[in-house]
């Protein structure tokens, strides 16, 4: 086959599985790409294709058919890996291998792998190291979204861009009328409506959630009311509802929001709109908040979040690796009273900083366009 028949796009991602993070990245991606591939030369490697591709209109086929990846790979110009925090060993290398399989399996192809926009580690194993230090010396194209991934490559000696999540391109779409509703019916006046995400993680104990939920009934306002926000069902409702209880029997105002009429995670950076403040433990509801110039507080259970919370000047609530929480509520209390204090200016910082992160994200396109333009000629 000449290489001018080479026609498709293939993104590989932990895409399917109801992750809103990772679906915003896919997205983000999609709008570029129709700039100037057809939708039917966009083909995603997804864990429910249907939904994809009845949500984006572009092809989509199942991850874990070994033989639609091979069929497809010598039709491919273009193998995107990412973005997202894909090359990691958390709980077993599986995940570093199985991802720069696929990059070895599209070079050997011809086609030319982009590692995108990837936050790399961590990295515990021997395995999880030589995969992931494989796959980027296979990859013709890498760019990292923080620092440490940089580092690591450059030690590694391997050529990258340090760049930004892509997310922070993503334009909003229009909130269902419903979703609007549910948060009006929680709305009184000028009280505060506070955006609440949390998620199931090894260092956010039970202990962990009664100590925030003390800290944010002494440093809110008793008429705030609370929008518990659910970006990944099975991972955050059973930190969520045990919170609002708690959050209800103190007599204070909440609300679990049913988020099933959002059908792209564009319109969830419409409903980050929605709040004066959002405290969350995941990355990209800090993400879509911060682009929307909403102040956020920040709890560290993972080095990106606290990556971007150190970038933004917004308020830290440090989750401590170790066991002992003796302090945790003063220090907590403290960080959350002194942020209260300073909403406005927590709110100008955002407002300054996203426009910065989005420049730096718009980079993985540009290179994106650049490397399709290359290929087009070819």
């Known amino acids: 086959m000449s290489k001018s028949q080479k026609s498709l796009v293939l993104i590989s991602g932990y895409y399917g599985f109801g992750n809103l993070g990772d679906e915003a990245i896919l997205e983000s991606i999609i709008s570029e790409l129709e700039k100037t591939v057809s939708k039917e030369n966009i083909v995603v490697l997804s ?21 639609s990846l091979v069929g497809l790979l010598p039709k491919a110009k273009l193998f995107i890996s990412g973005g997202g925090g894909l090359f990691q060993d958390t709980n077993s290398p599986g995940s570093t291998i199985y991802y720069g399989g696929q990059i070895a399996l599209a070079r050997a192809f011809g086609a030319h792998p982009f590692i995108f926009a990837q936050g790399l580690g961590p990295l515990n194993s021997q395995t999880g190291k030589v995969a992931t230090q494989l796959a980027a010396k296979l990859s013709k194209d890498v760019t990292v979204r923080d620092k440490a991934s940089m580092a690591m490559l450059e030690k590694w000696n391997v050529k ?50 009664e100590i925030l939920l003390a800290t944010l009934l002494k440093a809110l306002p008793e008429d705030a009311a ?37 059908e792209r995670p564009s319109q969830w950076v419409s409903l980050m709109r929605q709040f004066d403040l959002v405290v969350a433990m995941r990355l990209h509801a800090l993400i879509f908040a911060l682009k929307e110039g909403v102040p ?23 989750l401590p690796k170790e066991e002992g929480d003796a302090e945790l509520e003063k220090k907590w209390l403290d960080t959350a009273s002194a942020g209260l204090q300073d909403l406005e200016k927590l709110r100008s910082l955002a407002r300054e900083n996203a426009e910065t992160a989005k420049k730096l994200a718009c980079r993985n ?14």
């Open 47 to 67: 864990n429910d294709p249907e939904r994809h591709r009845k949500t984006f209109g572009v092809a989509a086929v199942d991850r874990w058919k070994l033989a």
């Open 226 to 262: 609370l929008v518990l926000l659910p970006l990944q069902k099975e991972q955050d409702l059973p930190q969520l509802e045990p919170f609002m209880k708690g959050w209800q029997q103190a007599g204070r105002k909440a609300l679990l929001l049913d988020v099933s009429a959002l």
């Open 365 to 378: 396109f540009q290179l994106l366009a650049k490397i399709l333009d290359i290929k087009k000629k070819a």
């Open 160 to 209: 990258a861009e340090l760049t930004a999540d892509p997310v922070w391109t993503l334009d909003e779409t229009a909130l269902p009328d419903s979703v609007v509703k549910q948060i009006d019916s929680v709305r009184s006046g000028k009280a505060l409506v506070v955006g609440l995400s949390l998620r199931n993680s090894h260092n956010f104990s039970e202990r962990r959630r």
């Open 296 to 318: 956020v507080m920040g709890l560290t259970y993972d080095a990106k979040v606290e990556h971007v919370l150190n970038q933004f000047g917004q308020p830290i609530l440090i």
